[in-house]
T-cell receptor, first 110, second 112 residues
């Protein structure tokens, strides 16, 4: 089993719709979780950190489910500019290491 | 403006040549990292450094070398021993352990 798993997609979603995707992780002791977005042929950019209580930033909501070992990302009222690959990131065993999922590709269609 | 710069953006080399990728940050971050990204895969850690003059191997360090002589700089050398060097190389930094990482724009290396 991979340490961090994501559905590669692509998710094809009409503009204005709500879309959600999950990411599962294998290390139950993981303490830090993040969502990044990566545009084609660009560097990853931090979208949001994921806290135990869940957190919201505008149209984006991230949640953590420790019992089932997954984190989720919900995007409401999707925009064309949301088209990107979304990377799930989990802190590994070493203090400095982050484990990266391969990403979920999202395509928003007009 | 604070940030991370990488140069060059594109690099082409012949097999058997060593090549050095530059990474500079002015965020005053202690930790710096090098990753490679291949199509359809997650980022894989090559090397990381927590402080000046100290660095550790990541998951795929074979065929690579680094130095950390200054806090701001963390160059990566791709040696001729790296069997499959063509990839997208990303440099990142973070303020501390387990914290979010910030990336430079990357260097796309092609070796033929």
């Amino acid at each position: 089993r991979k340490e961090v798993e994501q559905d590669p997609g692509p998710f094809n979603v009409p503009e204005g719709a709500t879309v959600a995707f999950n990411c599962t992780y294998s290390n139950s002791a993981s303490q830090s979780f993040f969502w990044y977005r990566q545009d084609c042929r660009k560097e990853p950019k931090l979208l949001m950190s994921v806290y135990s209580s869940g957190n919201e930033d505008g149209r984006f909501t991230a949640q953590l489910n420790r019992a089932s070992q997954y984190i989720s990302l919900l995007i409401r009222d999707s925009k064309l500019s949301d088209s990107a690959t979304y990377l799930c990131v989990v802190k590994g065993d070493s203090n400095y290491q982050l484990i990266w999922g391969a990403g979920t590709k999202l395509i928003i269609k007009p | 403006d604070g940030g991370i710069t990488q140069s060059p953006k594109y690099l082409f080399r012949k097999e058997g040549q060593n090549v050095t990728l530059s990474c500079e940050q002015n965020l005053n971050h202690d930790a710096m990292y090098w990753y490679r990204q291949d199509p359809g895969q997650g980022l894989r850690l090559i090397y990381y450094s927590q402080i000046v003059n100290d660095f550790q191997k990541g998951d795929i360090a074979e065929g690579y070398s680094v130095s950390r002589e200054k806090k701001e700089s963390f160059p990566l050398t791709v040696t001729s021993a790296q069997k499959n060097p063509t990839a997208f190389y990303l440099c990142a930094s973070s303020v501390g352990q387990g914290r979010e990482q910030y990336f430079g724009p990357g260097t796309r290396l092609t070796v033929t």
